[in-house]
């Protein structure tokens, strides 16, 4: 009977560690959209688009690491739309196509902050 109860707790907490762990590369993940999403327009402006460029393949390399983990946590088709959205954002930037850019982006900062909160800890998470 002893042995059950400790097995429960251990369990137990294995999955609220297993559920923080998750939250935490998630937000890690999305902050860096996030971040990038946030600056974006005042940053086109100022920096120009080449700067912006550099900056949104570098956080799309780093997207491209993480995303075989976060496969693991997030529903395919959130993390479909991510790519999408980034791809979107870059081909427009590229094009020079600031009004289709900024939208892209603007739903990508959306997204973000719904898997931010899609992913927080919650009893309806663990169980």
Not at 2 to 9: A, D, E, L, N, Y
Request: hydrophobic letters at 50%; charged letters at 25%; a negative charge.
């Amino acid at each position: 009977m002893r042995m059950t109860v400790i097995s429960g707790i251990a369990v137990f907490l294995l999955s609220i560690g297993l559920c923080v762990a998750a939250m935490l590369y998630v937000g890690l993940a999305v902050d860096e959209i996030g971040g990038y999403c946030e600056t974006a327009p005042q940053s086109l402006e100022i920096v120009g688009r080449d700067a912006m460029r550099a900056e949104l393949e570098e956080v799309i390399a780093r997207w491209e690491v993480r995303e075989t983990w976060l496969a693991l946590i997030v529903s395919h088709t959130e993390l479909n739309e991510v790519n999408r959205l980034l791809y979107e954002a870059k081909v427009t930037l590229e094009a020079g196509e600031k009004d289709d850019f900024l939208r892209a982006v603007t739903a990508l900062q959306g997204l973000s902050e719904h898997l931010r909160e899609d992913q927080q800890f919650r009893i309806v998470n663990v169980f």
